[in-house]
């Protein structure tokens, strides 16, 4: 299983950022995907999921503001991140999950800075 997750970057506050994820090695419409984001000295908590069906959660933090979508064609997931604020600054984390089994990418840092 490999999550190669990409786009992230710098970002002005009330800017807007994509982030996408490529999946490979899994099949990937089976596969719950979703984002998660590890501050500096913090745990890493989970932002949105998407579920094989298509169904979306996201936590409280980020509803209105960030979408999660997929793209099975291309096994393919995306985190648009629109008017990211200061405390959205982070390493975003592309996850898979099906049944037991859980897959992570490599990371990408987004910044959040005027």
Request: with cysteine.
């Amino acid at each position: 299983v490999q999550l190669q997750a990409s786009g992230g970057g710098s970002v002005q506050p009330g800017g807007s950022l994509r982030l996408s994820c490529a999946a490979s090695g899994i099949i990937f419409r089976l596969h719950d995907m979703g984002w998660y984001r590890q501050a500096p000295g913090k745990q890493r908590d989970v932002v949105t999921i998407i579920t094989s069906g298509g169904s979306t959660n996201y936590a409280d933090s980020v509803k209105g503001r960030f979408t999660i979508s997929r793209d099975n064609a291309k096994n393919m997931v995306y985190l648009q991140m629109n008017s990211p604020k200061f405390e959205d600054t982070a390493v975003y984390y592309c996850n898979s999950q099906w049944g037991v089994r859980s897959s992570w990418g490599q990371g990408t840092q987004v910044t959040v800075s005027s």
